[in-house]
């Protein structure tokens, strides 16, 4: 157990950030301890097990998470295509951990409801912010384009900095997707 103060109800969201922490220390998913998790959270392995029944539906409630998360995100952007693509981008490198399981779908359990909720809901928000796009191939080339990008950021391969904004850096790439 830790210092840390477990609330009845709250256990969700302390497993939540729990988790985060635990990726973000290291090792990734394939890494990661449901005892170190509960742990950190301040609760009994047993209970934590029992709440989510193990690792896959841990990452599969980190997942969905990230999902509204990035919903949110790129809702703020509204129908703007480069705001958006910033958005989308900012938002990997501020939740890393998030990112990484969110498209892992090894790590979860793809059909939980509360995932495909989300799913749908990031979903919207992404062909909204698409919606000025000719078609789906452009769409397609546009999300590869940010997603990309942000992975490339979030592995180092795109030279940056610790004060280095992602969003700044991939907004004139992302102005690429407005040419003729």
């Known amino acids: 157990m830790t210092d840390r103060t477990y609330h009845h109800g709250d256990l969700r969201r302390a497993a939540l950030i729990a988790t985060v922490e635990a990726l973000e220390e290291g090792g990734g998913p394939a890494a990661l301890s449901m005892r170190d998790v509960a742990r950190r ?18 990452l599969t409630a980190l997942a969905a998470e990230g999902y509204d998360l990035l919903a949110d995100a790129l809702s703020a952007a509204a129908d703007d295509l480069i705001e958006a693509g910033v958005a989308y981008v900012r938002f990997a490198a501020r939740h890393p951990a998030h990112f990484e399981v969110m498209f892992s779908p090894a790590l979860f359990e793809p059909d939980a409801p509360e995932l495909a909720a989300s799913q749908q809901r990031a979903g919207r928000a992404l062909t909204e912010a698409l919606s000025t796009s000719a078609n789906e191939t452009t769409e397609l080339a546009a999300w590869s384009i940010v997603h ?16 280095d904004d992602a969003g700044d850096a991939a907004r004139p790439v992302i102005r690429l997707l407005t040419l003729p």
Not at 41 to 54: C, P, R, T, W
């Open 41 to 58: 959270a301040g609760v009994s392995h047993a209970a934590f097990s029992h709440h989510f029944g193990g690792k896959r539906g841990l």
């Open 148 to 163: 990309g990008f942000a992975s490339l950021w979030l592995s180092g391969s795109i030279p940056h900095g610790p004060a």
